[in-house]
């Protein structure tokens, strides 16, 4: 799971065409990942850096020690989820996949 921490990221598909596809483009402060760390799914797309960015890694270990102790668990992972982002651009690449 990737935090945003500043710069943009873009995320990215092969085309039925061969040519790439830019879907969405993801900001500072915005989540992407959390299908691949919560429910261990394949990534939807490829995501590159589009400007200059500092992107903040989750790992599994690292989401253990920020559930540890935490008063609020379900809480915590409610906000790592609240932009559905890894749905959104699953259903981008499916909706290309049905054309």
């Not at 945003?4 to 598909?13: M, N, R, W």
């Not at 691949?36 to 960015?53: C, G, I, N």
């Amino acid at each position: 799971l990737y935090v945003i921490s500043t710069g943009e990221l873009v995320a990215s598909v092969i085309a039925p065409t061969g040519d790439q596809t830019d879907l969405r483009t993801f900001g500072t402060g915005q989540v992407i990942g959390d299908s691949a760390l919560l429910e261990h799914r394949p990534w939807p797309a490829d995501f590159r850096a589009r400007t200059r960015s500092i992107v903040l890694k989750l790992d599994p270990q690292g989401l253990e020690v920020c559930l540890t102790g935490n008063p609020d668990p379900r809480g915590f992972l409610e906000v790592l989820r609240r932009e559905h982002n890894d749905q959104a651009v699953l259903h981008m690449v499916a909706s290309m996949e049905h054309r």
